[in-house]
T-cell receptor
Framework: AQTVTQSQPEMSVQEAETVTLSCTYDTSESNYYLFWYKQPPSRQMILVIRQEAYKQQNATENRFSVNFQKAAKSFSLKISDSQLGDTAMYFCAFPSSGGSEKLVFGKGTKLTVNP | GAVVSQHPSRVICKSGTSVKIECRSLDFQATTMFWYRQFPKQSLMLMATSNEGSKATYEQGVEKDKFLINHASLTLSTLTVTSAHPEDSSFYIC????????????FGPGTRLTVL
């Protein structure tokens, strides 16, 4: 079974600084997508960034970037120039099986950006 | 991005009654919709997957007779919690996937259910 592990239950960062959230996963598949979702206090799930496993280049979306290490099965999220609005729960997600549309979510990391 | 709505956003009901939650894709056709449950300070737990016009597929441990899912059209799926009990109190979230969403699930804003 596919598993997703987020080992940091909580993290904090000062405004304007950089923070990295870690995620590891386990799969026997060779081609898949990986996702980072943000859930602010409103509880609306928002896609932050996604990575296609067959692409060697790390995905980037403005201040958000990933460090995807396929061999190590690691998919960390880097947030640069942290803003107060980045305060949220962050979930790493991964398809539950090859070709499946179902996602398995990590337990989440609660990120607090301090002024 | 695509928009998914949920109704109601909050509902309080008495124990033993049934509650229906609607999930709609507003600007795309959702071939697949997912229903999740989220307890406080926990992650999302997938309850079931529904495809338009077919029966829902439930995850292990989810009672299909208690959580009735109907996906009658490409823009609407409903979750009915039958004979609700206090332990069914939770935050329920739906998401939708369509051919136009390129493997990205779009989430509804969630429904907070409180059973007294």
């Amino acid at each position: 079974a596919q598993t997703v592990t987020q080992s940091q239950p909580e993290m904090s960062v000062q405004e304007a600084e950089t923070v990295t959230l870690s995620c590891t996963y386990d799969t026997s598949e060779s081609n898949y997508y990986l996702f980072w979702y943000k859930q602010p206090p409103s509880r609306q799930m928002i896609l932050v960034i996604r990575q296609e496993a067959y692409k060697q280049q790390n995905a980037t979306e403005n201040r958000f970037s990933v460090n995807f290490q396929k061999a190590a099965k690691s998919f960390s999220l880097k947030i640069s120039d942290s803003q107060l609005g980045d305060t949220a729960m962050y979930f790493c997600a991964f398809p539950s099986s090859g070709g499946s549309e179902k996602l398995v979510f990590g337990k989440g990391t609660k990120l607090t950006v301090n002024p | 991005g695509a928009v998914v709505s949920q109704h109601p956003s909050r509902v309080i009901c008495k124990s033993g009654t049934s509650v229906k939650i609607e999930c709609r894709s507003l600007d795309f056709q959702a071939t697949t919709m997912f229903w999740y449950r989220q307890f406080p300070k926990q992650s999302l737990m997938l309850m079931a997957t529904s495809n338009e016009g077919s029966k829902a597929t439930y995850e292990q441990g989810v009672e299909k007779d208690k959580f009735l899912i109907n996906h009658a059209s490409l823009t609407l799926s409903t979750l009915t919690v039958t004979s609700a009990h206090p332990e069914d109190s939770s935050f329920y979230i739906c998401s939708a996937l369509g051919q136009s969403t390129y493997n990205e699930q779009f989430f509804g804003p969630g429904t907070r259910l409180t059973v007294l």
